[in-house]
């Protein structure tokens, strides 16, 4: 009987965990008991921009990264341009921009299509304009065969795109009374220098990161933001320049998987259902981490009221379980059984004389979805881990 209400126990928790997915929300059961919602602010809003722009300012960040190495680009582009005086040289930076991303088979594979199309592109405008009568009703005719392809194989294969879009461009303001000539020496030179200089810059700084890595990042940043927003709750004075800190740390480690994860759906050899799963990992964290904001926006009565047993124990189980997920995304071998029985200790918890960890409190609304959250999280990293292919 025990057995079979602890089971129905669990089940409820996965059941409303899957209630706030589904619901675009990482925590909607404070509504479902009648509590007002916790006190927001950009600092604890999971989706403050504002929040995440301030974390990403510091080269940890690879979104920060990139957008460095983009600035240096553009500027040397820019330079370039300016120092040469080409015609219509502005096409150099405009190069890099729409070559130079954040993945390495976006920039390669983009960069070097770009490249070849743009080529076979300024070829078949110079067939065009030197075997062809040079009236406006064919310019306007092989314009629109160029747009039609363009749109017909563009989306299917960049190289087509490419080929069109400079096919086009070529003929287009070859109507304006510019010769030709100038045009597709300008337009080869300018877009040469640009890949090269896109993928040189990728080339000598990239960006690579296993997702494991980068989500054991973000599980240890959540652990040290937990850990300190849970000194509030058992009775020691909260540090908040550390609080900020932690804070900090946990949207910065959160932006870097997500671009982690990014770059490894962009990537040719990338398996679809490798993506799903990785994709399901991240929904267990975020909602840990909404909890734990909530927990933090929360307005304790007193931080000098003494913390019960049972929640000293729920804080440092909760740190263990996510220290052991560590351990199993770098590689050390951590088993479910190894793991502390989250769900026996928030029942034990709720049970407890604890001044905030009481049922339907908003603290045990939070608590339980961090033990869902965690409990979920562990079974999907261990499936991942039994993966061939999960450290790319």
Known sequence: MKDALFQMDALAGQLRAAADLAAGSASLQGFSFGLPPAPQSWRFSPNSIVAMLRANLNLRSAVFRHAVRLMICLTIAGMIAHATNWSRSYWIPMTVVILLRPDFAATFSRGLLRIAGTIVGLIVATVQIHFLPPTLAVRATMIGICVF?????????????????????????????????????????????????????????????????????????????????????????????????????????????????????????????????????????????????????????????????????????????????????????????????????????????????????????????IVNSLNTLGEQILRWRDQPHAHN
């Open 149 to 369: 392809l363009l749109r017909w194989l563009g989306p299917a294969n960049y190289d087509f795109f490419v080929v069109g879009v400079t096919a086009a461009i070529v003929l287009l303001i070859s109507l304006t009374g510019v010769a030709p000539k100038t045009l597709i020496q300008a337009r080869a030179i300018d877009t040469l220098i640009g890949g090269a200089l896109a993928l040189s810059a990728y080339a000598l700084w990239p960006t690579r990161e296993p997702v494991d890595a980068a989500l054991a990042d973000m599980l240890a940043a959540y652990r040290e933001y937990f850990r300190a927003v849970a000194q509030r709750y058992l009775g020691s004075a909260m540090d908040e320049a550390l609080l900020s800190r932690a804070r900090l740390a946990a949207r910065l480690a959160r932006s870097n998987l997500e671009a982690s994860i990014e770059r490894l759906a962009a990537e040719p050899s990338a398996d679809t259902n490798q993506i799903e799963l990785v994709c399901s990992m991240i929904a267990s964290p975020h909602r840990f981490a909404n909890a734990t904001m909530a927990l933090e926006a929360g307005e304790t009565k007193n931080s000098a009221v003494p913390a019960s047993p049972e929640a000293q124990q729920f804080v440092a189980d909760v740190q263990t379980t996510l220290l052991g997920l560590e351990s199993v995304l770098h590689g050390r071998e951590t088993g479910p059984t190894e793991m502390p029985d989250l769900r026996n200790d928030f029942r034990l918890l709720l049970k407890a004389n604890d001044p905030y960890f009481h049922s339907h409190s908003l603290e045990a609304v939070e608590a339980d979805t």
